[in-house]
Every structure is written in structure tokens, then in C-alpha cells.
């Protein structure tokens, strides 16, 4: 098992940004690829961004243009810059990896971390 632990979660007003970091037990290089879902109240959890292990992202339209994904890899974290939040941001922000081992595909997720934007 491999532990993912997030943190910078906290309250922020409406427009104001956040910085969520990831940090790994693994070496991040030894994962397929790394990212963050969030997960809102009576909602089901969503995609919020990726990263490759070759550097390549990918976003959910609801971010594009706002929040960032990038590696770390001097401190094995993985990192979500947020910014020109929004209520419709709130949610549990939770931490995700991929590994492979041959065919076999490996899934590890973290505790999750607390965002709530205030109106």
C-alpha cells in the first residue's frame, strides 16, 4: 500500500486561491500518473485534473484556465494551484495514483483534504 497524505485545504472567499499538495510515500516517478478528484456533498466524486508521468495534464472543463496540476519531484508531491475560486469549488479534495506492475493496474487514493469557498 502506498500512502498519499494532502494538505492546504481551508476556507476561502470567493475569488481567492489555495495551493493543495500531495505528498507521496513512493517516489512519484514510479507512478503511471497522478491526480485530484473532488468529491461535494451528495454528489459523486469528479475528475478535477492529471498529470502523466511524462508531464502531460488534463482538466475538467469546470477548471481549465483556473487550476494548475504539477509535479514536485524533489519532495514526491504532486500540486494543485487553485485560484479565482468559487462557491461550486467546495468539496473534499482527494488525492489519487496510479501504478502498473505488467498488466496488473494499481490504484491508491489519500485521506482527502477540506476546500470550502465562501460566497
Known amino acids: 500500500q502506498v500512502q498519499l497524505t494532502e494538505s492546504g485545504g481551508g476556507l476561502v472567499q470567493a475569488g481567492g486561491s489555495l495551493r493543495l499538495s500531495c505528498a507521496s510515500q513512493?517516489?512519484?516517478?514510479?507512478?503511471?500518473?497522478m491526480g485530484w478528484y473532488r468529491q461535494a456533498p451528495g454528489k459523486q466524486r469528479e475528475l478535477v485534473a492529471t498529470?502523466?508521468?511524462?508531464?502531460?495534464?488534463n482538466y475538467t472543463d469546470s477548471v481549465k484556465g483556473r487550476y494548475t496540476i504539477s509535479k514536485d519531484s524533489a519532495h514526491n508531491s504532486v500540486i494543485l494551484r487553485m485560484s479565482n475560486l468559487r462557491p461550486e469549488d467546495t468539496a473534499v479534495y482527494l488525492c489519487?495514483?496510479?501504478?502498473?506492475?505488467?498488466?496488473?493496474?494499481?490504484?491508491?487514493w489519500g485521506q482527502g483534504t477540506q476546500v470550502t469557498v465562501a460566497s
Open positions: 498529470i502523466t508521468n511524462g508531464g502531460l495534464t
Open positions: 513512493r517516489i512519484i516517478a514510479d507512478f503511471e500518473d
Open positions: 489519487n495514483a496510479h501504478s502498473r506492475v505488467r498488466h496488473l493496474l494499481y490504484t491508491y
